[in-house]
């Protein structure tokens, strides 16, 4: 295989590092020079803090390739070392993307939406795949926050001004994983 000296993450890796780290990743991978353990490893390491861990996310769940349609074993492996961190942007990445699909048809934007749409399935396929505890946790919170509108999300909510229907959106997608 190959060397991943050209993947090591910074402990304190940026988010602008962690998307040229990803799309590097991404190639590496689509090439098969990775081996499971090292897309694993690297994986981890992306996830291990929140800069990475967005950057990795923005980078493999919008790429215009087929490898996050289908994730390897490996990314699966690296997911699950980082349960509270990648728990609470795969809900946020569920919910924004499919929020996102409305927005985008009622622009008019239809290229876009459909972006968003693969980013909220694949979001789907690893929330269901990994099933973690923090995140179905983070599920519920989130879809009480909706259902009340009062909770720990609340300010996630409104930081987009998300409005009812993209609320209902949310709140199908969430209840689909679940």
Known sequence: MTNVSSLTVPDS??????????????????TGALSETEIAQVTENLVR???GARGF?????SDEGTLADRPSPGIFQGLGSSEEIVS?????NLAMSSAMVIAHRRSGDE???????????RSTVII??????????KIESLLETIRSGTGS???????????????????T?????L
């Open 49 to 51: 803090t929140e800069n």
């Open 88 to 92: 609470e942007l795969m809900v946020k």
């Open 111 to 121: 290229t876009t939406a459909q972006g968003s749409e693969r980013v909220r399935d």
């Open 13 to 30: 890796v940026s988010f602008p590092e962690a998307i040229a780290l990803t799309q590097s990743f991404l190639e590496q991978m689509a």
């Open 173 to 177: 997608a969430l209840q689909a994983v």
């Open 57 to 61: 996310f923005v980078t493999y769940l």
């Open 153 to 171: 999300y609340q300010s996630f909510l409104e930081r987009w001004k998300y409005d009812a229907e993209q609320k209902a959106a949310i709140a």
């Open 128 to 137: 269901q795949t990994l099933a973690l505890p923090t995140m179905h946790r």
